[in-house]
């Protein structure tokens, strides 16, 4: 079975897909298989976490700062702001789809 299912956010930060996710899951009727999950965004991206906690979110959100801080005077790149260059490159230090059974 194929079908298509769209969730919108916020902007930056973590989200929990589990609740739409199996929300849409129920209504396409699916029983066993795959779903495979993509976000064509390039300055977005998907990240497996199992644990919700608000500290781990947090934890999280403030490692990729830290990691890719917004406005890094080395980026050549800021046609849409200063955290424009760094969602890429969090982006492409998780990845644009998963695949869950």
Not at 9 to 36: F, H, I, M, S
Not at 80 to 90: I, K, Q
Request: proline share 7%; glycine share 8%.
């Amino acid at each position: 079975h194929s079908s298509v299912w769209q969730m919108d956010n916020g902007g930056r930060g973590l989200y929990d897909l589990t609740p739409k996710l199996q929300e849409w899951l129920e209504e396409v009727c699916a029983g066993e298989g795959w779903v495979n999950l993509f976000v064509p965004h390039t300055s977005a991206s998907l990240l497996l976490q199992e644990n919700a906690d608000p500290d781990v979110q947090r934890d999280i959100l403030d490692y990729f700062a830290r990691m890719v801080p917004d406005g890094d005077p080395g980026f050549r790149h800021r046609n849409e702001g200063p955290d424009d260059m760094s969602a890429h490159l969090r982006s492409a230090l998780t990845q644009n789809s998963l695949i869950i059974p």
